[in-house]
């Protein structure tokens, strides 16, 4: 877009004014669609819901919208007793919208629940989604990236990226529970590199 202002500039120093104009929306133009993709690119990094509504809420609207679309009963419970870091909130939000939508894909569940808690003596929180479907043999997890299935691999890749702990358990006909325990706050100064990386 600069290379295009100048062209413009110089255009319109030679008095062709059209040519000039021309020019000017051209790049106004492709301006305009760059902030939508930047608009887009942050509401994709921190989903607005999160600021909005809190995590509860945030949580609340996926279940609902999950329930919604797959008729699978889905029950959410918060209990924290503080507001937590924004990458720790996005990572769980993040892991919790994939692992509803795997349960969506391949669980035939009926049920699901998400819960999260304080953990008590540290300052972690452990979140799990459960759920009551057909499960599968934990065994074929390391096929399921060369077979282009990346959704169990990117959960645990965001909580491990924020110092945090994945843990998927999963039984074939006994359903699946992903079990994740993160730090409330991400103080430590070797995680300041992650912290967008993660969202």
């Known amino acids: 877009m600069g290379?295009?202002?100048?062209?413009?500039?110089?255009?319109?120093d030679l008095d062709e004014i059209e040519n000039g104009r021309e020019m000017l929306d051209e790049v106004r133009g492709r301006l305009?669609?760059?902030?939508?993709?930047?608009?887009?690119?942050?509401?994709?990094?921190?989903?607005?819901?999160?600021?909005?509504?809190?995590l509860a809420s945030a949580f609340q609207d996926l279940a609902d919208d999950f329930a919604r679309r797959t008729g699978v009963h889905c029950l959410v419970s918060v209990s924290v007793s503080q507001r937590l870091d924004q990458s720790t909130e996005t990572v769980l939000y993040?892991?919790?919208?994939?692992?509803?939508?795997?349960?969506?894909?391949?669980?035939?569940?009926?049920n699901a629940t998400v819960t999260l808690t304080d953990s008590g003596a540290d300052d972690t929180v452990v979140m799990t989604v459960v759920d009551d479907g057909v499960g599968f043999d934990t065994a074929?997890?390391?096929?399921?990236?060369?077979?282009?299935h990346f959704g169990v691999a990117g959960m645990r890749e965001r909580v491990e990226l924020t110092s945090g702990e994945y843990?998927?358990?999963?039984?074939?006909?006994?359903?699946?529970r992903i079990t994740v325990r993160m730090p409330v706050h991400l103080n430590d100064?070797?995680?300041a590199d992650v912290r967008e990386i993660a969202a």
């Open 3 to 12: 290379y295009g202002f100048e062209e413009a500039c110089l255009v319109l």
């Open 167 to 176: 843990l998927l358990e999963s039984t074939a006909g006994a359903g699946t």
């Open 140 to 148: 074929r997890i390391p096929s399921f990236v060369p077979s282009g």
């Open 189 to 191: 100064p070797q995680l």
């Open 94 to 110: 993040r892991v919790v919208q994939e692992a509803l939508a795997n349960v969506a894909r391949h669980a035939g569940a009926t």
């Open 32 to 54: 305009s669609q760059e902030i939508g993709g930047l608009r887009t690119l942050m509401t994709a990094l921190r989903p607005p819901a999160l600021d909005e509504h809190g």
